[in-house]
Nanobody
Framework: QVQLVESGGGLAQAGGSLRLSCAASGRTFSIYAMAWFLQKPGKEREHVATVTWSLGLASYADSVKGRFTASRDNAKNTLYLQMTDLKPDDSAVYYC???????????????????WGQGTQVTVSS
């Protein structure tokens, strides 16, 4: 099993930046991909970005392309999300997720991931 702990959320102004981190522990050798999702009140979790652990292949939601960058540091077992040009609509709880075991596609749905962090709140003011 993989345990995940997010950090780095907080309050930012529109146009500003934040960096989220997600530290993985446990059976990290089994990780195939990690991802960021966001969840707004009363809504389902939405995919933000996915990064494959070994090759670093990335996929982004259209809403964040060009503004957010996901990356990983394998030595530190940590996933990052650099968020720039933040918009009030980016306000949400951001969750880190991990998938163990490879699949033939880049996972981008919540159902593809079994391990989840506790979430970190991001609030963007206008």
């Amino acid at each position: 099993q993989v345990q995940l702990v997010e950090s780095g959320g907080g309050l930012a102004q529109a146009g500003g930046s934040l960096r989220l981190s997600c530290a993985a522990s446990g059976r990290t050798f089994s990780i195939y991909a990690m991802a960021w999702f966001l969840q707004k009140p009363g809504k389902e979790r939405e995919h933000v970005a996915t990064v494959t652990w070994s090759l670093g292949l990335a996929s982004y939601a259209d809403s964040v392309k060009g503004r957010f960058t996901a990356s990983r540091d394998n030595a530190k077992n940590t996933l990052y999300l650099q968020m720039t040009d933040l918009k009030p609509d980016d306000s949400a709880v951001y969750y880190c997720a991990a998938r163990s075991g490879s699949i033939y596609y880049l996972p981008t749905t919540a159902a593809d991931f079994r391990s989840w962090g506790q979430g970190t709140q991001v609030t963007v003011s206008s």
